[in-house]
């Protein structure tokens, strides 16, 4: 049996089940061995244990959507007022993309894998525009599924970037903290084919497959009429063809459930037919203005919601933990259990993983952060932890991914920890 060694403290959110106080949480290589209260553990040894005192220990949060590429628009949401033109916005991130050097996008991609992991992200579900992020989070300790974004109206386009797409597939394999998968772009970017063809090949190869969908009343004109801003937009860029548009949305939604495991992100005017898996970034939602998100009847229909924060394009920074507290904020009849099991098990099962991450489970990877309570502010925490989480502006102080130490709030640790 691998060594075990537990860290204790004053709170423990397992997510799957009750808050535990003066819990410890004990690891045997890169698994959850044991959660529970410090009196009845039976692995907890004076030796082995980290006291991390006045903390709140919960799963490593998931990031469900983002673009770690576009990273290096950070000053972009400075230059709209809100609403945000949906165009005018496409149009400034298609400038970047076709500036910005490779040395530049790979640069961007580390900075926000670095400020993922230090706001308590531990798995991301990456939308990357060619795959290149997959070379920097092989280096990282960052969990990941790699979306390689496929985009073509026409049926040249489509052509194009699906033999680009079968060609990273055959020259990148992931490994067990990065796995691949596809991402027909959205709607009004993704010829019907293509979106049918990358559903099958994700099915049958068991990659995972994404697409934005319903994100602005310009897609659902478009779809609906033919016409409208997003079509003189893709007329300006050359890539517009009718015929190659889905029928509606609930079209797209079939191609999800055709693809094994699709996964649908924003969902921003759905009504009626509900998604499986749904990805909802607030905080990109409010800069654009859009009306209410329909989560909750989504919820009641059967969608699993995860949060996740887009790109820096849209977003101030990449804090996961932000959004699950601008939800509590905005929404304040939603329980902050669900709020944080959407920032944590949900966003695990959206992208695949719910079986091994999301929850502080015995048998599951050991991937766990803490949030430091200050002394003052003990009384109102052991009330309600979960609560205090999201109301309060705690920052993020440890994480650890799979048993091993990514970031420690004590140096003295680092050594030690790290030859675990």
């Avoid at 770690?68 to 949401?77: F, Q, Y």
């Avoid at 939308?127 to 599924?145: K, M, Q």
């Avoid at 898996?277 to 859009?290: E, Y």
């Avoid at 996961?320 to 601008?326: D, G, K, P, S």
Wanted: glycine content about 8%; charged content about 25%; some cysteine.
């Amino acid at each position: 049996m691998n060594h075990v060694w537990s860290v204790r403290a004053r709170w423990i959110l397992p997510v799957d089940r009750p808050p535990i106080a003066n819990g410890v949480l004990s690891m045997t290589g890169d698994l959850i061995a044991e959660v529970t209260w410090a009196k009845e553990s039976r692995l907890i040894s004076k030796a082995d244990c980290v006291d991390l005192g006045d903390c709140i220990v919960l799963p490593g949060l998931v990031n469900a959507h983002i673009h770690l590429d576009l990273c290096g628009l950070r000053t972009l949401p400075s230059k709209f007022s809100t609403p945000v033109s949906f165009v005018a916005w496409l149009q400034q991130v298609i400038a970047y993309r076709r500036s910005a050097s490779p040395d530049e996008i790979h640069d961007a991609i580390r900075q926000g894998i670095a400020e993922s992991l230090r706001n308590g992200v531990t798995l991301a579900g990456d939308i990357s525009a060619d795959g290149t992020s997959l070379i920097e989070l092989e280096d990282s300790p960052l969990r990941a599924v790699v979306f390689r974004e496929v985009i073509g109206l026409t049926r040249e386009r489509a052509r194009e970037t699906w033999r680009e797409a079968v060609r990273w597939l055959a020259e990148r394999r992931g490994n067990t903290r990065c796995q691949l998968g596809l991402s027909p772009h959205a709607p009004y970017s993704v010829r019907r084919g293509l979106y049918r063809l990358t559903a099958d090949v994700c099915r049958r190869w068991k990659l995972s497959w994404a697409t934005h969908l319903a994100e602005t009343l310009e897609e659902r004109d478009l779809l609906q009429a033919r016409s409208g801003p997003l079509r003189s937009f893709l007329e300006e860029l050359g890539a517009w063809d009718e015929c190659g548009l889905c029928r509606d949305w609930q079209e797209v939604m079939r191609y999800a459930e055709d693809s094994g495991h699709g996964l649908c992100i924003h969902g921003n005017y759905l009504s009626g037919t509900a998604p499986k898996r749904l990805v909802w970034c607030p905080r990109t939602h409010a800069f654009f203005g859009h009306e209410p998100h329909p989560f909750r009847t989504l919820m009641r229909q059967g969608s699993v919601i995860a949060l996740g924060t887009d790109s820096l394009a849209s977003n101030p920074d990449l804090n996961l933990l932000a959004e699950a507290r601008t939800v509590l904020s905005r929404h304040p009849d939603v329980s902050p259990e669900e709020i944080l099991r959407m920032a944590t098990l949900n966003g695990a099962a959206v992208l695949g993983l719910g079986d091994y991450l999301g929850s502080l489970t015995p048998g599951k990877q050991a991937d766990w952060i803490a949030v430091l309570v200050p002394s003052q502010e003990q009384l109102a925490t052991d009330a309600h932890p979960v609560r205090w989480l999201l109301e309060s502006d705690a920052k993020v102080s440890d994480v650890c991914i799979g048993g091993r130490w990514v970031i420690s709030s004590r140096a003295e640790m680092e050594g030690s920890v790290q030859d675990r």
